[in-house]
DNA sequence: GCATTGACGGGTT
DNA sequence: TAACCCGCCAATG
């Protein structure tokens, strides 16, 4: 599954797509993602390439993306303050003063979930 | 071209 | 525990 990414060449399609594979009731954190893509050192770029998540022409859920307090940092980012949150409580997860509930229960690992042949 | 600013993370103090 | 600092790299003024 892993060497499916591997074909890809832009760093931020990677992103993306990864993104894209976190199951509904699930989250993952940018560093997380920044690992499993190789680049640990430049997890920034992740909350960057997110910033151009939406207007990518296919839809990420970017709400299932929080830095690794499983805060939800960038919920501004989606129009309303309160988007975010009610589409992750909307698949099963619950969020308190921004903080995801049991962050590490619904934690999507993609070095875990991918990298298994 | 330089300085500043992030949807971050890890290590020190 | 919290504050602080540093690396990383793209975008912006």
New binding site residues.
Partial sequence: MARILLFMSDFYDKVYEVVRLIPAGRVT????I?TFLGT?????????A??N??SQEKYVP??R?V???GLL??KH??GSSTVMQELLEAEGITVVDDQIVDFEKHFWNPMIELDME
């Fill in positions: 954190s940018y560093g997380a920044a640990a050192q430049s997890s920034r770029m992740i909350g960057w997110m910033n998540a939406g970017a709400h993306v830095n690794r307090n940092t960038g980012h989606f």
